[in-house]
């Protein structure tokens, strides 16, 4: 009985973390809808911090599941397909002098995000079958978690070097790490960055898993910079030093898939 009871308890650590990033998901719905898309993106932003998290105690505890494996998909659309779609949406909706809220930019605008949610769900769906099948070298296309996160810090980054009136009465930090640079030109632009997401996420880009890109170094750097992305997710500081090193990420991904091509 005793056994019973510790092996159910090993799972609720887990478990726990990836319910809470199903909250973490419905508080940046909630935000957006409420007219908060600054708020809404930093939840976004951090369900991508703590989606590593529940695998990483499940790996520690030898607890993984079939249950934890679905919990976990379920929470993953939540957090990166309908997350970025409802910041983008609730946003660009709100503004009319973005040119998102009547005619065929309102219709574009559905389309894109609907495009983009779609797209995840298939990426989801697709991992989830290629993972039943036997472990898995590399992720194909982008992973739905680096592009929501890549989203997300592009997103906040590009209204942080804009007029802030854009999101007044929210803010966002004054640590300036690309000096006097101005985005507001880019930010009409931003909901064509969900069809980028939704392509790379569909794409046959092989991406290496963390830790795996068969370089000490290279992956002592990313090891390092992740460390880094926490720190400022959490400070809710520097989105673009979050993209920034998403991009980093997304050059060595193009790489790996080179090189593994090659090989093969």
């Not at 009319?96 to 298939?122: F, K, N, Q």
């Not at 370089?215 to 809710?236: E, K, N």
């Not at 991009?247 to 090989?263: D, E, I, N, P």
Request: aromatic residues 10%; charged residues 15%; hydrophobic residues 50%.
């Amino acid at each position: 009985m005793s056994g019973g009871r510790a092996r159910f308890w090993k799972y609720v650590p887990p478990n726990a973390v990836t319910a809470s990033s199903l909250v973490f998901g419905l508080i940046a719905v909630e935000s957006a809808v409420r007219g908060r898309p600054i708020a809404a993106a930093w939840w976004g932003l951090l369900v991508t911090l703590t989606d590593k998290l529940d695998g990483l105690l499940a790996g520690l505890l030898d607890a993984r599941s079939p249950f934890g494996v679905q919990l976990d998909s379920l929470a993953d659309l939540l957090a990166f397909g309908l997350v970025p779609a409802i910041v983008t949406y609730s946003f660009f909706s709100a503004r009319p002098a973005l040119g998102w809220t009547s005619g065929a930019g309102a219709v574009g605008l559905e389309i894109i995000c609907a495009i983009y949610l779609v797209a995840a769900a298939v990426r989801l769906a697709r991992f989830n079958v290629l993972a039943a099948r036997g472990p898995i070298e590399h992720y194909t296309g982008t992973p739905s978690t680096m592009t929501a996160g890549m989203l997300m810090a592009f997103f906040l980054a590009c209204l942080k070097y804009s007029d802030p009136a854009l999101i007044a009465p929210e803010s966002l930090d004054h640590l300036r790490l690309l000096g006097g640079l101005r985005l507001d030109a880019v930010v009409p632009y931003l909901p064509f960055t969900l069809l980028l997401g939704a392509a790379g996420m569909l794409s046959p880009l092989r991406v290496p898993k963390l830790g795996r890109t068969r370089s000490i170094v290279t992956d002592v750097i990313l090891f390092a910079a992740v460390a880094a992305g926490y720190s400022v997710g959490i400070a809710r500081r520097l989105p673009e030093y979050l993209f920034g090193g998403g991009v980093y990420y997304l050059g060595l991904c193009v790489a790996f898939h080179l090189r593994t091509r090659r090989a093969r």
